[in-house]
């Protein structure tokens, strides 16, 4: 999944390990700029590493996961997201949870989507990594949402993570439910 130096943070980590095939556009690990096919879609496993109560690291995903830091192992389907947005250095990602058990492969791989509920928000099936590229301070979603929610309002569930894909360290993204 990614080095397991022991890499320290407060953030959630994320790893997305694609199983046959890059991203398009995508390039020796960095995203690149330029347009890539939008719906192209990926088949991954991704592992979210969350200690609720303190830091978490990558070497947590050490011993066969035997740790209850690890808050999904499961498989995903991810591919770019947005318009103008994905022609930046730092794209977003949609993300489709699915069952652990289905076997991803060829053209018709039977990837099953499943809810699941990730950082204390509804059970979804399809979630969004924000790469906020444009927003240097990587709050006015993050702000909007919070606030919107503190007021009664429904809003998406945000949450900073760190982002590692093919063992390469992609930077903070906001994890947001899709609505």
């Known amino acids: 999944y990614a080095s397991s130096a022991a890499t320290a943070t407060n953030l959630p980590i994320l790893v997305i390990r694609t199983t ?8 020796d690990g960095q995203p690149g700029a330029g347009t890539s096919p939008a719906k192209t879609k990926v088949s991954a496993d991704m592992k979210l590493i969350w200690n609720q109560n303190g830091t ?3 070497n947590f995903m050490d011993n066969n996961n035997q740790n209850d830091s690890i808050a999904y192992d499961g ?5 770019w997201r947005g ?3 994905r022609t930046m250095a730092k794209r977003s990602l949609a993300i489709s ?8 492969g060829g053209e018709n791989d039977g990837f099953k989507k499943d809810k699941f ?5 509804p059970e979804e099936k399809d979630w969004i990594l924000y790469s906020a590229y444009q927003d240097k301070s990587m709050m006015r979603n993050k702000l909007a949402m919070d606030l919107w929610s503190s007021l009664g309002y429904w809003a998406a569930t945000c949450t900073y993570v ?3 894909i093919d063992g390469k360290y992609q930077g903070v993204y906001v994890f947001m439910d899709k609505f």
Do not use: H
Not at 75 to 79: G, H, S
């Open 20 to 27: 046959s095939s890059n991203l398009p556009g995508w390039s």
């Open 56 to 58: 978490n690291q990558l």
């Open 83 to 85: 318009s103008t947005s």
């Open 75 to 79: 498989r995903v389907r991810i591919n």
């Open 117 to 121: 509920n990730f950082f204390g928000g």
């Open 97 to 104: 949870a699915g069952k652990k058990d289905i076997v991803i």
């Open 162 to 164: 760190e982002v590692y």
